[in-house]
């Protein structure tokens, strides 16, 4: 319902910050018609709108400090309702979130990259150790904010994408948009329909969005 006045606000070039806290089908027992599947995507394609969905406190910390920078355009942070673990605890003097993603595990020649936002990329990280457990290196990136990643320069864009044999997406929503980090080979774990009522963890659980599927597709893809 709030799609029209935050398109208004990135036309205007007005810095409103949306916080909209009920960001995937995260949200449980409230069912489908209180769960976001297409959201995030019609959001992100609203022009000059930086719309942020962080994996934790620190990334939520240096989201909304982008937000509170850019004068000239709307922000909004998508923000789950369930507990989640700390994707990072180091310091950083860089805002690490400004380059709309990063790389948060690296590793040496790797054959899996698996991309992910918000409350998807604990799943991710759990998925890269269960790679890594089955002698397969695999690499994660965080992606906060797709229309940032898309301001910076090439050849930071192609080193974050970088030259993996397979490429994974997680997020709970649907896959536009995604495309752009996987190419249209890469495999998407995510929502094709609309949610439904259960606990979030039944739901990720009936929707295939766990680190299990990741490493499945991901040696799928590799055999």
Request: glycine share 6%; with cysteine; proline share 5%.
């Amino acid at each position: 319902y709030c799609r029209p006045s935050i398109r208004l606000a990135a036309l205007m070039g007005i810095r409103v910050i949306h916080v909209l806290t009920h960001d995937s089908i995260g949200l449980g027992e409230d069912g489908p018609t209180h769960q976001p599947v297409e959201h995030m995507a019609a959001l992100r394609a609203i022009p000059n709108l930086m719309m942020f969905r962080p994996a934790d406190a620190t990334e939520t910390v240096e989201c909304w400090q982008i937000a509170l920078e850019h004068k000239d355009r709307p922000s909004g942070l998508a923000l789950t309702r369930q507990n989640l673990t700390p994707a990072r605890t180091d310091y950083e003097e860089k805002n690490l979130c400004s380059f709309g993603a990063y790389e948060l595990v690296s590793a040496s020649d790797a054959k899996v990259s698996i991309f992910a936002s918000g409350s998807e990329v604990e799943i991710a990280l759990k998925a890269q150790q269960m790679l890594v457990q089955k002698d397969i290196p695999a690499r994660v990136v965080s992606v906060p904010c797709f229309e940032l990643f898309f301001e910076q320069p090439e050849a930071y864009r192609e080193a974050i994408i970088g030259s993996a044999a397979v490429n994974i997406a997680v997020e709970a929503g649907i896959r536009q948009g995604w495309d752009s980090f996987i190419g249209s080979d890469g495999t998407f774990i995510g929502m094709k329909s609309f949610g439904a009522s259960a606990p979030y963890k039944e739901l990720y659980q009936h929707f295939g969005i766990t680190p299990e599927a990741v490493v499945a597709a991901a040696e799928a893809k590799l055999a």
